[in-house]
């Protein structure tokens, strides 16, 4: 991001003024880098569908009493903003933790006002994203030189190489968790079997030089060019039925980049794989599973269900290798929790990457990157644009909003109706319906339709809807959705267990998607029916190497694959059949 800086929540009696929150600038375009430095008010801009969704999650923020016993436990709660009222996202994103130590990027467009007189404001449409370190490098370790200095040489994009510049890095030790487990390991990291496509690193130089390393990311995770292709359909499905979480897919250590394609019957050589073009975006389904070893999380019987998110990918050409990556977003749907994350927008490099607060060096994980045009391409019907994406895009914020300030109690925490999963899918579903109803009821989108039956944009249009149907089917097994999913009722920071046959009625109305793994595998096999090409990113424990954890695979009692009906397929659509599915 061009634009980058330190999230600080004003006060109570600054809120009338500031109209948002401050922003330490960090980092800024070109023609505004004489504002570094400087705190500056960031204000959401005035657009009618931002403020439409700000209004949505505006709330009043009053901890409720199980947050002291939740505090005790160790988790953090957005205490600063008790007691305020109409709270809105950007508030409750800076005031989440009790420190102002989030950094973010700034999504684009942001547009600056500067009045001459006071602070400058700046202006955005989408929600920061969550990241770590403002400067990065591409980088080989080559050698450990003692003191957690390591020696790397960087990547050279004209010989394609790593024959660089060579320099020494401060790869600090980090910080033991409350299980004394820790976050990441600098030991080995040379010898690491991703070391040799190199790693991208990211921090900021100290007060004597070093460039001081907070994050890494392994760079052949990115790769658009996979290890492997597994193709045909029931290859593709047995994959992600039985196969893609085996200890042999991604060793401790290691990564693991599988392309799926359902459409092709014969193994496709690796340099016939589907193209990818710059600034393409998709879905992606992120789950991640246990810590185990020496001193293990909490596994009854070896069972450990996981967490479960979407997120967006967006191809972009990486500037110092020169090449097409996915760069990954993640739409954290995340209760209130001790690791200090926290739910919204948060790249990879935070997430994952981090080495205090990241999970690359701890747990095994999985992100599946869906390839499904009709859901991933923009549809544009005689000037009448939309994106399937930006709906779901839209519906997640929402719900991570939701989140962040647990429907104004200030407490969110796992329940059978209330969790990571349930409520990713409460968001999908949500969207992929309030879409299609919309659409539905615009008479020139459906003239178009009408008008032009074999156009490929119709085509798309088609199998959207019926992949709509085929996760609604999915998603609501009693043949209705819950209420709260249909009227999107406040239900976070409530107590199941004081209405519980409720709750059971709640849960079985949403029973396939309480558990992360099986909601994620059974997601993966619907598209792979309607023909997606899935890309599997896997990584086991990456970096320097410890001997006191192993990974808990995530647990999935069931292994069956989806059934989906293909009866609304139509090679031309008619209103009638359309307003039918």
């Known amino acids: 991001g061009k634009w980058i800086g330190r999230l600080i929540l004003p006060t109570a009696e600054e809120r009338e003024e500031v109209k948002g929150v401050f922003l330490e600038l960090l980092m800024t375009d070109s023609e505004n880098q004489y504002c570094i430095g400087q705190v500056v008010n960031l204000r959401w801009s ?40 109409n709270v809105d996202p950007l508030e409750s994103l800076a005031g989440a933790r009790p420190e102002d130590d989030l950094i973010v990027a700034l999504p684009e467009p942001v547009v600056v006002e500067d009045t001459g007189v006071g602070r400058l404001s700046l202006y955005i449409s989408r929600e920061p994203m969550q990241i770590s370190g403002r400067f990065y490098g591409l980088v080989k370790i080559i050698q450990f030189v003692g003191e957690d200095l390591f020696r790397v040489c960087h990547y050279n994009s004209n010989s394609q190489e790593f024959d660089g510049v060579e320099e020494i890095v401060y790869i600090p030790s980090v910080i033991v968790d409350r299980n004394g487990i820790s976050p990441s390991q600098n030991q080995g990291l040379e010898n690491s079997p991703v070391n040799g496509k190199g790693w991208y690193i990211y921090g900021a130089k100290n007060a004597q030089g070093k ?86 999380e909490l596994s009854p019987l070896g069972i450990f269900f996981g967490h479960f998110a979407f997120g967006i990918t967006k191809v972009v050409r990486e500037p110092l290798a020169n090449e097409l990556q996915f760069n990954l977003e993640y739409r954290q749907i995340y209760t209130h929790n001790c690791d200090g994350i926290v739910a919204g927008t948060i790249s990879w490099m935070k997430y994952m990457g981090d080495r205090q607060w990241g999970w690359l060096g701890t747990r095994p994980t999985s992100e599946i990157i869906i390839k499904f045009k009709p859901m991933t391409e923009d549809y544009d019907f005689n000037g009448i644009k939309f994106s399937p994406l930006s709906y779901i895009v839209q519906e997640l914020d929402v719900m991570a909003a939701r989140y962040r300030t647990g429907d104004g109690t200030g407490a969110t925490a796992v329940s ?112 792979l029916q309607f023909g997606a090409s899935l890309w599997v990113l896997r990584t086991n424990q990456v970096g320097g190497y410890d001997p006191n954890i192993q990974a808990i695979v995530p647990t999935d009692f069931v292994f069956f694959v989806p059934r989906v009906d293909f009866s609304y397929q139509l090679s031309v659509i008619s209103y009638q059949r359309i307003r039918q599915a």
């Not at 009618?48 to 160790?74: H, W």
């Open 46 to 85: 005035d657009e009618s569908n931002l403020q439409t969704y700000v209004q949505l999650v505006t709330t009043d923020v009053n901890l409720v009493d199980r947050v002291r016993v939740s505090k005790r436990e160790g988790n953090i709660h957005p205490e600063r903003i008790d007691n305020w009222q």
């Open 211 to 296: 460039f001081v390393v907070q994050a890494i990311a392994p760079r052949a995770l990115f790769s658009l060019k996979p290890k492997k292709v597994i193709s045909g359909k029931k290859a593709t499905l047995d994959y992600i039925n039985y196969k893609y979480w085996q200890d042999q897919v991604a060793p401790k250590g290691d990564i693991a980049n599988i392309l799926l394609n359902p459409t092709k019957k014969q193994q496709t050589e690796i340099s016939e794989t589907p193209v990818w073009e710059e600034g393409e975006q998709a879905l992606f389904m992120h789950v991640y599973g246990g810590i185990g070893g020496k001193k293990p």
């Open 416 to 527: 059978p109706i209330n969790s990571c999963v349930q409520d990713s899918s409460q968001a999908l579903y949500t969207a992929l319906n309030r879409m299609v109803a919309q659409l539905k009821l615009n008479p020139l989108i459906m003239k178009w339709l009408r008008e032009h039956p074999d156009d490929e944009q119709t085509q798309r249009f088609t199998q959207l809807v019926n992949l709509v149907k085929a996760l609604e089917n999915h998603l609501t097994p009693l043949g209705k959705a819950r209420a709260d999913w249909r009227y999107e009722t406040t239900t976070l920071g409530g107590f199941p267990v004081e209405t519980p046959l409720k709750t059971l009625w709640q849960v079985a109305g949403s029973c396939r998607s309480l558990l992360p793994r099986f909601t994620n595998d059974q997601l993966a096999m619907i598209f």
